[in-house]
């Protein structure tokens, strides 16, 4: 059974005032929930920035070569058709194909990626921790280990940011 | 903070031997290449439109954005309004076309009308075609000057009055331009080929313009920082003009692949000479303009820091100002000059040329009013702004 | 491509012949003898086709011949000796209904006639034939036709039928009976017939033309004492004049004349001179619309302007003048002209005065034309038929004194002006008997009906100009249980020899002494039946003497006739319909009328400015003498003060196609050009029209020029277009083969649309009917646009082919998404029906829109059940037996268009390898080239430098349709040029 | 996040988080008006009647419809380009100006981007039906088989077939990552066990974590930033069905950015007439104020214009080309037998825009509804002007026609309209309108507390 100390804020300038505190003081944050994205709170956590973007990228490069190979083995090598008097290799025909499925494999494959990283998907079994987050509460999750000196330590500094409130959580 | 920009003789040096090195170019190559007059004339039209399309992006850049109600952009308005005041110089120039028309348009000798020019010459003739450049010169220095009275008025006083006016100017400047950027482009560059026509030239050479005006702001930024002015320009607004300079190149690709592609894909003879004169005729420099205005602003661009840092930056913008200049060189060339033309010494020189007096104006318009403008309701939003 | 002839005589030759048969002779037959020795199981290319061969019918594809046995149509197990499937026999035959004439070859697949096309060696039909000869293979399989022998409405066996017409004549051997025919010009059929009036003295043979030529035949007697019509030959002759004669449409024997015709006027490197045509007509007929010049004149001044013609030209060789009316300008100058052209010119009348007629032969006998342009040593036997001989018939009928009549192949009820008057006679006879292939207006009244064979199951023969003969024989066994007329008259006079022996010994007796190469008669016969056609020496008769005729009294008996200024009617032929016999067949009722482009319906025609007097405008209708309603059609060219109707519509029994089509207008043919009054009533009538706008709006789509700017300049007319050298960005593809194009020789074209129907029958393009046609769905490949131009009243008017160019930049191909349509190594724009998914972009995207969609699913190729378009009963099985095998059937939602008759150039390129040869040039013909009566469109090979079309390609005269916008078409025009006197 | 104070505020009565998310949840939660129902059944009607009319058109095939050997396109593919125009301005919104950072976005990209989907569903159905054998549409896949074939990759249709697709798919992607957080929020606040359950499944298990929302924020970013070019090349392929013609007034160089600038054109005119009225039925009006009125007629005068200037360029270098059948096309645009479409389309698309220079109008709801309506009939009218009057009279007067629409063609467009109304009422009843999380990131920098409302 692991217990959490789970402090709970209603405004966000107050919520990233406690974390710059319990960064300085070198308490280990399990997990910060907010209802919407607050700006600058994964600089203050020291989050690294996410390769989602390079994962575009690749999937990008990978869909125009697929695409642009595609279309030429297509109609150069497998079946060349006479189509118009056109040059069987007509590059500027090929481009707009090419650039779709770009796009296209770019998008999905961000987005498996951000649904396989952030383990979210169709039946992903999270654990909900409280109704109102997604309403209008903000939460610091830090580790509350045995000796109560830590924990005491750890309900001072957050009253003295004026936690709305502070509730201690067990999980399995 | 109102610290003026001042022209060092330092400067004001460099700018005068880049002129002098571009007259000694021009020498040489009547020395050497003795160039007809069609090739003088060439690059006289050549770089009077390509400084005139740096001027016109200046007064473009202060009211596309009044419009839009942004307020990023407050806090470098100085540089645009500055470009701006080279136009009644570049019109100046325009006019001396007059005694180099039948060296450039075919259709103003009257001989060489065949039915198709014939059709069109009471659009293509010349008194109307100068009519046309008085209107546009008179329209868009009378409104760039406006422009900039009142922004210099808005410095004294912080009556919102003044806001509201300059929005006003803003938004009959861009009705003006919209229409008279297509018709410019149709005088001056399309009708070098009388019989060739494209309903997408008018927004093509648009954007073109608004391209290398992008990079020429990049440019100037940089050099005013590497001088140690504009410290309250941070790597915010580098990002955004980044942005700017990356997604209208590829703007830019989008419209001259669609030209290219549409007329490549019916192949109708009077439409297709144009590119088949082109890529025939000059098949490196065909796809050097492709490359320097696409494929590098596009990879050098496309990661997130790479927009922010002013050298890589001012490295990009020059690549593509090149490249802007070899497009309309394109555009010119194979009509006047047909097969014959290539980039001699005389180009060259006559941009060396152009650039230094067109430095030398702007950075000396620049000079004359503070750096930073002052009770724009935007101006402190321009300060504390993050992407 | 080599003409695969086969007699059908073959079969019943004795034993030996049949070995020597079996010999491999060159390598074609060894390939096909593998089908020949029966076991292989015949493997024709259509699946479905073999099924229709075994229908339950008992059709036996054993050429008919009377002594076979009957068998019933088995697949195959003993394959009779001739067919072998997938390969086509072509048996030489002759067409003749009533008064058309066309020497043919019948192209049979599996024993059945799908294609009719012209016999080459004729020098009458020279390889082509008319739209109505086209199409009439289709009426072989008409549903409609009578299927058994009838007495009063009931079914009866032959024998019986026989008994019961054998005990009538009998009983009627005291009063007289009628035998009314058409033109009878088959030596066998008038020799049954003397046997048969021999047999039954008090039958009286007459015959009746709907379009009559009395007026001639009379003149001919009267003036030279010959009997027959003049062999007018139109490429002897420089200057051509015609009062109101369509001889390139209806008039006598048109596909003759078009050949003749067109000769004269085909320019080319060699020949740059060209016959000049003035026509004298009220309605703008297919020769109005040829000539260089027309005159639009009421049918009322025709014999005025003969007569003062005729004065002039006296007057200009010297001879006294005669008081006629002073002649227009136009007339003195022709007069002059014709002078200049003596015995190189021609002048002819459809004018059905008698008068006229004496005149136009003293005008032709002044200009020395006798045995230069007209010939009168082997006249043309077509047209026999006095007027008054059926006028006299009608008065008898009416009175009684005929108490019976025999109408064989004649619809006088219907077709007769005094139709009522006939219908009111035969329903109070005692005698009446019809022998005719379809039921029609008179039939129906008839108490006996003995059916007819169709002439594709009849034996005949035929002598259409003296001294030239063409045999008939059949292609198929009769279909139905019918008999043939001449073999019922030899039946009923009591020869019981069959009429195929008959027409034998008549010939032997006849024709086979007249000739020396045959020794024997049988392969003297055989080989005419092979070649179709026999021509014997013409005996020159004496100098040519014109009666003294008091040309006094005729001047004076025309120009009397005072001149009336009331709308003057005008009944004519339509080249499509014709006189209304054919109306059942569906090909030619969609069939676009070479002048208005209106199918299915006829119309009053009224000029322009006569239109605008009357507030009238295209679809009006409007009331004729206050009963007769029909609609209006304005037509550029009509003659002021007249208007003009189609005969041959408002049929009532006749089968579902032809029935109520149109408007009945033949008891107004009246020949006296009777007054009308016109009144505009209520009511908007919509026209199936192929073709809605007229004028070219100034484009350089079909190229003309004068002859004597041609004479000057060869490229007149062909030089205007701004030309961008070398500006295509990727180069032009090149076709290391074959490259097949088409060549239009515009001025060899005179529109008459033959080709359409050829092009109909050879590649199975369905019917839609007159509804889908008003909503522009029509199906067919080949479209031949008419543009007017110059002032409305006075039209230019010029007529273009237009089928698929097959362009090697094909707009069509670039566009569609599945790439159904692309491009062979051979340059022929290819259309995979099948992979067709019916976007239709192809369509739009084609500048000259010859792209066709099946809108509906016309042809039963559709799974999807019970959403049948098919008006015209074209999907019954026995309307499918006249599809060509070769072409497939396109399904609803597919795009269709013109092949270049594909399977035609792989059956060519087959017989060229089989053979261990390059295709030569002419090896293939396209249907429509096959067709065409002048020879204006050529199929070739553009890399075969040494062919016609070559030739034809480089010509100063050529050009591509739209060539501005770079399809690079393969299919070329040749500009038309018109010889107006400057 | 500094904003000068005489920006209008975005957010009106300075609401707190949990009140943003009861005013949004609300329309989801409470039973739906008689409105709601009344709308429903007349739009399902109108579907069912279009669906019948496919069916027929199915098995009887197009002769049904008023096409002909010349015009071989007619109703619809105007409905399919009209449909496809409507749709780009869902992702125009929500990714374009995303870049653009224009705040104002935020309260109207959700139901934008569904209009989206569903404006492409609409559009998506008429390339099926109006194909001769849309049984055999499979044949436009480049799927191997049998006989070796591929499809005609130079084809402009083809190039239609991965667009749309492709823009359907990331439309879909781009609109359900933004909706995952709310569907969150909808889950923790809806009482009954299976909506629940639905909305838990839905909602992907999402829990608001901070790693979780910086890669959503980096995702939606990026998809946003490659939304835009899509939005451009989409509508331009659709512009090249006809610019890559040679069929005189089809064939256009302009047409790509020409059809855009109409395309979100005619989109921001439906996303006005949608929301004037949703944001009064599901009384949204703090969130989606006047001043996104006024913007979004900003775009709609902008984009006008681009239209208006696109008419006069392709008119006058129709002249200045020289070339007679292009003279001829556009002469007989306004003066032939289509004059009619021809000014309709003038008036709806490039005048009565013009009058939104005025502010007073641009604020003025009656009007901006009654306009968006006009501009969407005239956008109608410059695709049936350009397929139907090019095509009914191009280069062989020989093959000249006219077209008049069936009532099965009528039909099928009343049916796209009642599926695409359909859709977004059920919408409306399961998913929150406005992207609740996106509002409450704004909230605090452009809610009203915060600036001094100036006079402006």
């Given at each position: 059974m692991r217990s959490y100390i789970s402090a709970y804020f209603t405004d966000e300038e107050d919520l990233l005032r406690a974390i710059k505190i319990l960064m300085e003081k070198k308490i280990l944050i399990l997990d910060v929930l907010t209802p919407f994205p607050v700006h600058g709170i994964d600089k203050v956590l020291g989050l690294k920035e996410s390769k989602l973007p390079t994962v575009g990228f690749i999937a990008g490069a990978i869909g125009t070569l697929f695409a642009f190979g595609f279309q030429t083995w297509a109609f150069v090598v497998d079946y060349p058709l006479f189509i118009g008097g056109k040059p069987h290799f007509s590059i500027p025909a090929f481009i707009p194909i090419t650039f779709e499925v770009t796009v296209l494999f770019a998008a999905f494959a961000m987005v498996f990626a951000f649904l396989f990283r952030s383990k979210l998907g169709l039946g992903a079994k999270n654990k909900i921790h409280d109704e109102r987050i997604t309403d209008d509460r903000f939460v610091i999750i830090i580790e509350a280990n045995e000796n109560d000196e830590y924990f005491n330590n750890v309900k001072a500094i957050l009253e003295q940011e004026e936690a709305h409130e502070i509730q201690l959580k067990e999980h399995k | 903070?109102?610290?003026?920009?001042?022209?060092?003789?330092?400067?004001?040096?460099?700018?005068?031997?880049?002129?002098?090195?571009?007259?000694?170019?021009?020498?040489?190559?009547?020395?050497?290449?003795?160039?007809?007059?069609?090739?003088?004339?060439?690059?006289?039209?050549?770089?009077?439109?390509?400084?005139?399309?740096?001027?016109?992006?200046?007064?473009?850049?202060?009211?596309?954005?009044?419009?839009?109600?942004?307020?990023?952009?407050?806090?470098?308005?100085?540089?645009?309004?500055?470009?701006?005041?080279?136009?009644?110089?570049?019109?100046?120039?325009?006019?001396?076309?007059?005694?180099?028309?039948?060296?450039?348009?075919?259709?103003?000798?009257?001989?060489?009308?065949?039915?198709?020019?014939?059709?069109?010459?009471?659009?293509?003739?010349?008194?109307?075609?100068?009519?046309?450049?008085?209107?546009?010169?008179?329209?868009?220095?009378?409104?760039?000057?406006?422009?900039?009275?009142?922004?210099?008025?808005?410095?004294?006083?912080?009556?919102?009055?003044?806001?509201?006016?300059?929005?006003?100017?803003?938004?009959?400047?861009?009705?003006?331009?919209?229409?008279?950027?297509?018709?410019?482009?149709?005088?001056?560059?399309?009708?070098?080929?009388?019989?060739w026509f494209s309903t997408l030239f008018g927004w093509f050479v648009f954007i073109g313009l608004f391209v290398s005006g992008v990079a020429a702001f990049i440019l100037i930024i940089a050099l005013l920082k590497a001088q140690g002015y504009l410290n309250f320009v941070n790597k915010e607004h580098l990002h955004d003009l980044g942005k700017y300079l990356f997604g209208f190149s590829i703007f830019w690709m989008y419209l001259w692949f669609f030209q290219y592609m549409l007329i490549?894909?019916?192949?109708?003879?009077?439409?297709?000479?144009?590119?088949?004169?082109?890529?025939?005729?000059?098949?490196?420099?065909?796809?050097?303009?492709?490359?320097?205005?696409?494929?590098?602003?596009?990879?050098?661009?496309?990661?997130?820091?790479?927009?922010?840092?002013?050298?890589?930056?001012?490295?990009?913008?020059?690549?593509?100002?090149?490249?802007?200049?070899?497009?309309?060189?394109?555009?010119?060339?194979?009509?006047?000059?047909?097969?014959?033309?290539?980039?001699?010494?005389?180009?060259?020189?006559?941009?060396?040329?152009?650039?230094?007096?067109?430095?030398?104006?702007?950075?000396?318009?620049?000079?004359?009013?503070?750096?930073?403008?002052?009770?724009?309701?935007?101006?402190?939003?321009?300060?504390?702004?993050?992407? | 491509m080599k003409k695969y002839w086969k007699s059908q005589h073959e079969k019943n030759e004795s034993s030996e012949a049949k070995i020597t048969k079996h010999t491999p002779k060159g390598n074609l037959e060894q390939v096909l003898d593998i089908f020949e020795d029966?076991?292989?199981?015949?493997?024709?290319?259509?699946?479905?086709?073999?099924?229709?061969?075994?229908?339950?019918?008992?059709?036996?594809?054993?050429?008919?011949?009377?002594?076979?046995?009957?068998?019933?149509?088995?697949?195959?197990?003993?394959?009779?000796?001739?067919?072998?499937?997938?390969?086509?026999?072509?048996?030489?035959?002759?067409?003749?209904?009533?008064?058309?004439?066309?020497?043919?070859?019948?192209?049979?697949?599996?024993?059945?006639?799908?294609?009719?096309?012209?016999?080459?060696?004729?020098?009458?039909?020279?390889?082509?034939?008319?739209?109505?000869?086209?199409?009439?293979?289709?009426?072989?399989?008409?549903?409609?036709?009578?299927?058994?022998?009838?007495?009063?409405?009931?079914?009866?066996?032959?024998?019986?039928?026989?008994?019961?017409?054998?005990?009538?004549?009998?009983?009627?051997?005291?009063?007289?009976?009628?035998?009314?025919?058409?033109?009878?010009?088959?030596?066998?059929?008038?020799?049954?017939?003397?046997?048969?009036?021999?047999?039954?003295?008090?039958?009286?043979?007459?015959?009746?033309?709907?379009?009559?030529?009395?007026?001639?035949?009379?003149?001919?007697?009267?003036?030279?004492?010959k009997d027959g019509l003049p062999d007018y030959r139109f490429n002897k002759a420089n200057l051509i004049v015609s009062f109101d004669a369509d001889f390139l449409g209806t008039w006598l024997n048109p596909s003759e004349y078009i050949k003749t015709y067109t000769d004269t006027r085909k320019l080319s490197g060699s020949l740059n001179k060209m016959s000049r045509h003035i026509q004298f007509e009220s309605r703008m007929s297919l020769t109005g619309s040829n000539a260089d010049e027309r005159h639009a004149i009421k049918p009322s001044e025709l014999n005025l302007l003969i007569a003062q013609l005729y004065n002039e030209i006296v007057i200009l060789k010297?001879?006294?003048?005669?008081?006629?009316?002073?002649?227009?300008?136009?007339?003195?100058?022709?007069?002059?002209?014709?002078?200049?052209?003596?015995?190189?010119?021609?002048?002819?009348?459809?004018?059905?005065?008698?008068?006229?007629?004496?005149?136009?032969?003293?005008?032709?006998?002044?200009?020395?034309?006798?045995?230069?342009?007209?010939?009168?040593?082997?006249?043309?036997?077509?047209?026999?038929?006095?007027?008054?001989?059926?006028?006299?018939?009608?008065?008898?009928?009416?009175s009684g004194q005929v108490k019976g009549l025999i109408c064989y192949h004649t619809n006088p009820v219907y077709s007769h002006p005094k139709g009522e008057k006939i219908k009111k006679a035969i329903e109070s006879l005692s005698f009446s008997l019809s022998i005719h292939e379809t039921p029609n207006e008179t039939s129906s009244l008839m108490k006996y009906i003995a059916p007819d064979n169709h002439y594709l199951e009849s034996w005949n023969d035929a002598e259409i100009k003296k001294d030239s003969y063409s045999l008939m024989q059949p292609a198929i066994h009769p279909l139905f249980d019918t008999r043939q007329f001449q073999a019922s008259l030899l039946k009923w006079s009591g020869q019981d020899v069959d009429y195929h022996k008959f027409i034998m010994k008549h010939w032997e007796e006849t024709l086979f002494p007249s000739q020396t190469l045959y020794t024997n008669f049988k392969s003297y016969w055989e080989h005419t039946l092979q070649e179709g056609i026999f021509q014997t020496k013409t005996v020159s008769g004496n100098k040519l003497k014109f009666a003294e005729l008091d040309i006094i009294k005729i001047l004076e008996a025309i120009t009397q006739k005072k001149k009336t200024n009331r709308i003057e009617l005008q009944i004519y032929e339509k080249v499509t319909i014709g006189d209304g016999s054919m109306a059942n067949n569906p090909w030619l009722q969609e069939m676009p009328d070479p002048i208005s482009k209106i199918c299915w319906d006829n119309y009053l025609n009224i000029s322009p400015k006569q239109a605008k007097e009357l507030g009238l405008e295209t679809g009006n209708m409007i009331k004729l003498n206050g009963d007769l309603e029909l609609p209006v059609y304005i037509l550029p060219g009509q003659a002021y003060n007249t208007v003009s109707i189609a005969m041959g519509y408002g049929r009532t029994i006749c089968g579902k196609v032809g029935k109520d089509v149109g408007f009945k207008a033949s008891h107004l043919n009246t020949n006296q050009h009777s007054s009308v009054t016109l009144e505009k009533i209520e009511g908007h009538f919509d026209f199936a029209m192929t073709q809605t706008h007229h004028s070219m709006e100034g484009r350089a789509i079909v190229r003309e020029a004068n002859l004597d700017e041609y004479q000057k300049n060869p490229k007149a007319g062909n030089d205007h277009k701004h030309e961008y050298k070398n500006a295509g960005i990727y180069k032009e593809p090149e076709f290391p083969n074959h490259h097949w194009g088409l060549a239009i020789d515009l001025n060899a074209c005179v529109g008459c649309g033959a080709c359409t129907i050829a092009c109909q029958a050879e590649n199975n393009v369905p019917i839609v009917g007159k509804k889908e046609v008003i909503r522009a769905h029509e199906m067919s490949w080949i479209r031949i646009d008419r543009y007017f131009s110059g002032d409305e009243n006075e039209p230019g008017v010029v007529f273009q082919p237009v089928m698929c160019q097959h362009c090697d930049n094909a707009p069509c191909e670039n566009v569609c998404p599945v790439a159904a349509t692309n491009h062979s190594s051979e340059g022929l724009n290819q259309m995979i029906y099948n992979r067709c998914i019916g976007t239709r972009y192809c369509g739009n995207n084609c500048p000259y829109k010859v792209r066709r969609f099946n809108w509906f699913d016309y042809t039963q190729a559709d799974s999807i059940p019970n959403n049948l378009h098919d008006p015209t009963g074209m999907t019954l099985d026995l309307s499918r037996m006249v599809l060509n095998p070769d072409v497939t059937i396109r399904a609803k939602g597919v795009i269709e268009k013109c092949s270049m008759c594909v399977q035609r150039i792989q059956e060519g390129k087959l017989n060229a390898k089989l053979e261990g040869r390059k295709v030569k040039d002419g090896d293939i013909k396209t249907a429509c080239q096959q067709t065409c009566p002048s020879g204006a469109i050529l199929f070739g090979d553009l890399n075969d430098k040494g062919s016609d079309l070559f030739k034809l390609a480089s010509s100063d005269r050529n050009y591509h349709l739209l060539e501005e916008i770079h399809t690079l078409p393969s299919v070329s025009y040749l500009t038309k040029i018109r010889n107006k006197k400057s | 996040m500094y904003v000068s104070p005489i920006r209008e505020p975005l957010i009106k009565g300075n609401k707190t988080y949990s009140q943003i998310t009861q005013d949004i949840a609300a329309p989801i939660e409470g039973k739906p008006g008689k409105a709601w129902y009344m709308g429903l059944t007349i739009s399902l009607s109108a579907m069912f009647f279009g669906l019948a009319m496919m069916g027929y058109t199915v098995w009887e095939g197009i002769g049904s419809w008023g096409l002909n050997r010349t015009i071989g396109w007619g109703w619809g593919i105007t409905n399919f380009v009209w449909w496809v125009g409507i749709g780009h301005a869902g992702t125009f919104i929500s990714a374009i100006l995303l870049l653009f950072r224009q705040k104002w976005r935020t309260s109207i990209n959700r139901s934008a981007e569904a209009m989206t989907i569903f404006a492409i569903l609409c559009a998506g159905l008429f390339p099926l039906i109006h194909m001769g054998r849309p049984l055999?549409?499979?044949?436009?896949?480049?799927?191997?088989?049998?006989?070796?074939?591929?499809?005609?990759?130079?084809?402009?249709?083809?190039?239609?077939?991965?667009?749309?697709?492709?823009?359907?798919?990331?439309?879909?992607?781009?609109?359900?990552?933004?909706?995952?957080?709310?569907?969150?929020?909808?889950?923790?606040?809806?009482?009954?066990?299976?909506?629940?359950?639905?909305?838990?499944?839905?909602?992907?298990?999402?829990?608001?974590?901070?790693?979780?929302?910086?890669?959503?924020?980096?995702?939606?970013?990026?998809?946003?930033?490659?939304?835009?070019?899509?939005?451009?090349?989409?509508?331009?392929?659709?512009?090249?069905?006809?610019?890559?013609?040679?069929?005189?007034?089809?064939?256009?160089?302009?047409?790509?950015?020409?059809?855009?600038?109409?395309?979100?054109?005619?989109?921001?005119?439906?996303?006005?007439?949608?929301?004037?009225?949703?944001?009064?039925?599901?009384?949204?009006?703090?969130?989606?104020?006047?001043?996104?009125?006024?913007?979004?007629?900003?775009?709609?005068?902008?984009?006008?214009?681009?239209?208006?200037?696109?008419?006069?360029?392709?008119?006058?270098?129709?002249?200045?080309?020289?070339v007679e059948y292009e003279q001829y096309a556009f002469l007989n645009r306004a003066t032939g037998p289509y004059w009619w479409a021809y000014a309709i389309m003038m008036t709806c698309n490039v005048i009565s825009p013009q009058l939104l220079w005025f502010r007073k109008l641009r604020r003025n709801l009656v009007f901006t509804f009654i306009l968006s309506i006009f501009i969407n009939i005239g956008m109608w009218f410059e695709r049936f002007v350009i397929i139907v009057t090019s095509l009914h009279r191009d280069y062989l007067p020989s093959s000249w026609s006219m077209y008049s629409p069936t009532i099965v063609e009528v039909g099928i467009f009343i049916g796209t309209l009642g599926l695409f109304f359909s859709c977004f009422l059920l919408f409306i009843r399961v998913f929150p309108v406005i992207a609740i999380a996106e509002i409450k990131t704004v909230v605090k920098s452009s809610g009203e507390k915060e600036t001094k409302n100036e006079t402006l």
């Open positions: - | 903070m109102d610290t003026n920009y001042i022209l060092s003789k330092k400067t004001k040096q460099v700018f005068l031997s880049i002129s002098v090195i571009g007259i000694l170019l021009i020498a040489l190559s009547f020395l050497f290449e003795n160039p007809e007059s069609k090739q003088v004339w060439m690059n006289v039209l050549l770089n009077n439109l390509y400084f005139l399309f740096l001027s016109l992006f200046g007064v473009l850049f202060i009211a596309l954005h009044k419009i839009a109600h942004s307020g990023w952009h407050v806090s470098l308005k100085r540089i645009p309004e500055a470009l701006s005041t080279f136009l009644p110089y570049s019109a100046a120039l325009m006019f001396l076309l007059i005694f180099g028309m039948h060296d450039l348009y075919h259709w103003s000798h009257h001989d060489l009308h065949d039915p198709i020019i014939e059709g069109k010459s009471a659009y293509l003739n010349l008194p109307f075609f100068f009519i046309r450049m008085a209107v546009y010169f008179t329209g868009w220095i009378g409104l760039s000057y406006l422009l900039r009275k009142n922004s210099a008025s808005q410095d004294l006083s912080n009556d919102y009055k003044f806001h509201k006016q300059g929005r006003i100017l803003a938004a009959l400047f861009m009705a003006f331009f919209a229409v008279t950027s297509s018709t410019m482009s149709w005088d001056w560059i399309m009708s070098v080929d009388p019989h490549w894909y019916s192949h109708i003879p009077e439409e297709t000479i144009y590119f088949a004169q082109r890529l025939h005729g000059f098949p490196i420099l065909f796809f050097t303009i492709l490359i320097l205005n696409f494929l590098f602003p596009f990879l050098a661009l496309m990661t997130r820091n790479s927009k922010r840092n002013i050298k890589w930056l001012a490295m990009v913008a020059a690549v593509v100002l090149i490249g802007q200049w070899l497009n309309i060189y394109l555009m010119l060339s194979p009509g006047i000059m047909g097969e014959t033309a290539k980039i001699g010494l005389i180009e060259i020189g006559s941009a060396c040329l152009y650039l230094g007096g067109f430095l030398f104006v702007v950075l000396n318009a620049l000079s004359k009013k503070p750096l930073l403008c002052k009770n724009d309701p935007f101006l402190e939003e321009s300060f504390h702004y993050e992407t | 029966g076991t292989a199981e015949a493997k024709s290319n259509r699946r479905d086709f073999l099924k229709l061969c075994g229908y339950s019918l008992a059709i036996t594809t054993v050429l008919s011949s009377c002594e076979n046995t009957v068998q019933k149509a088995i697949p195959y197990l003993n394959k009779p000796e001739e067919i072998t499937p997938g390969i086509a026999n072509y048996y030489a035959s002759t067409y003749m209904n009533a008064s058309d004439y066309a020497s043919i070859l019948i192209k049979t697949r599996e024993g059945r006639p799908i294609k009719i096309e012209g016999n080459n060696l004729s020098p009458i039909s020279n390889g082509a034939c008319s739209a109505r000869v086209q199409a009439s293979v289709l009426s072989l399989y008409d549903n409609s036709r009578y299927q058994s022998p009838q007495i009063e409405k009931e079914k009866v066996s032959w024998d019986k039928f026989d008994d019961s017409i054998l005990k009538a004549l009998d009983s009627q051997k005291e009063n007289k009976i009628a035998l009314l025919t058409p033109t009878i010009f088959s030596p066998s059929t008038r020799k049954a017939i003397k046997y048969f009036t021999d047999a039954y003295p008090n039958i009286k043979w007459i015959q009746y033309d709907t379009q009559s030529a009395s007026a001639i035949l009379q003149a001919q007697k009267l003036c030279f004492g010297g001879q006294q003048k005669h008081d006629v009316p002073e002649a227009t300008k136009i007339i003195k100058e022709l007069a002059k002209d014709l002078l200049e052209q003596k015995s190189h010119s021609v002048v002819v009348s459809g004018s059905q005065e008698l008068n006229a007629q004496i005149l136009i032969n003293a005008i032709n006998y002044e200009l020395e034309n006798f045995n230069s342009s007209i010939n009168l040593e082997n006249p043309l036997l077509n047209h026999q038929a006095i007027d008054e001989d059926m006028d006299q018939l009608i008065d008898n009928l009416a | 055999l549409a499979f044949f436009v896949f480049p799927y191997p088989n049998t006989r070796g074939l591929w499809v005609n990759f130079n084809s402009p249709l083809l190039w239609d077939v991965f667009a749309i697709s492709t823009y359907l798919l990331v439309s879909l992607l781009f609109w359900y990552m933004g909706l995952i957080p709310d569907i969150g929020t909808m889950r923790d606040r809806v009482s009954s066990k299976i909506k629940k359950y639905v909305y838990g499944l839905l909602s992907f298990g999402w829990t608001g974590s901070v790693k979780h929302w910086q890669r959503h924020e980096k995702l939606s970013l990026i998809l946003a930033g490659i939304a835009a070019p899509l939005v451009l090349s989409v509508h331009s392929i659709v512009s090249a069905d006809f610019a890559t013609s040679i069929i005189p007034g089809w064939h256009t160089t302009i047409f790509p950015p020409y059809f855009v600038a109409g395309a979100i054109f005619s989109g921001f005119a439906m996303v006005l007439t949608l929301l004037v009225v949703t944001r009064k039925v599901l009384n949204l009006e703090n969130y989606i104020t006047l001043a996104h009125i006024e913007s979004m007629n900003k775009i709609i005068i902008a984009t006008g214009s681009i239209v208006g200037i696109a008419y006069m360029t392709e008119l006058f270098i129709s002249w200045y080309s020289g």
